[in-house]
């Protein structure tokens, strides 16, 4: 059943989301949110995605609280620069960060992060050097950057998937 069906709740997810965003519970729409399923499925298990193990549970409840908690602050730092653009201290940078983290759940899912908290932006990583390039909106002092992605997010990511 797993060589017809490889990832049967992918199918299922890929089916319902074709049917909503038709939004249509038509025979022929069901059909092709069946047929867009099964292919998504096979596509996605060719690829062969290295398995997914979760390490530490009560890293993820951590780590989620630091991402909205950071959310929530640089929501407000940038709105604050919106409204006063001009205000002095206003440095806006490239900086560049050595990562520790191989794992590519790890690395996907802080560049979710980064990318997700308003200010931030992850511009490149290198994978032989651990290098990565991140453009700051409001880049004030590097060592609490450092100290934020580094010494919270890398640390609490590398207990979740390492």
Same mark, same amino acid.
């Given at each position: ?47 062969? #995605?290295?398995? +997914?193990r ?6 993820? *409840?951590? @780590? =989620?609280?630091? !991402? %909205?908690?950071?959310?929530v ?41 980064m990318?997700?908290? #308003?200010?931030? +932006? ?7 050097? *651990?290098? @990565? =390039?991140?453009? !700051? %909106? ?25």
């Amino acid at each position: 059943m797993r060589r017809i069906f490889p990832h049967p709740f992918l199918s299922l997810f890929l089916m319902v989301l074709w049917l909503f965003l038709n939004q249509s519970l038509s025979l022929g729409h069901v059909i092709l949110g069946l047929l867009v399923g099964f292919i998504g499925a096979i596509a996605f298990a060719a690829l062969r #995605p290295p398995e +997914l193990r979760i390490r530490n549970l009560r890293a993820i *409840g951590t @780590l =989620l609280v630091m !991402v %909205l908690r950071d959310i929530v602050r640089s929501n407000i730092a940038v709105a604050k620069l919106i409204v006063r653009p001009n205000a002095p201290g206003y440095i806006s940078g490239f900086m560049t960060i050595k990562l520790d983290m191989k794992n590519q759940y790890g690395l996907a899912a802080l560049a979710t992060i980064m990318t997700s908290t #308003p200010g931030t +932006l992850w511009v490149n990583f290198d994978s032989s050097t *651990g290098n @990565l =390039l991140i453009h !700051v %909106l409001d880049l004030v002092d590097e060592e609490t950057w450092i100290k934020t992605i580094k010494h919270g997010y890398e640390r609490l990511l590398m207990e979740i998937f390492e």
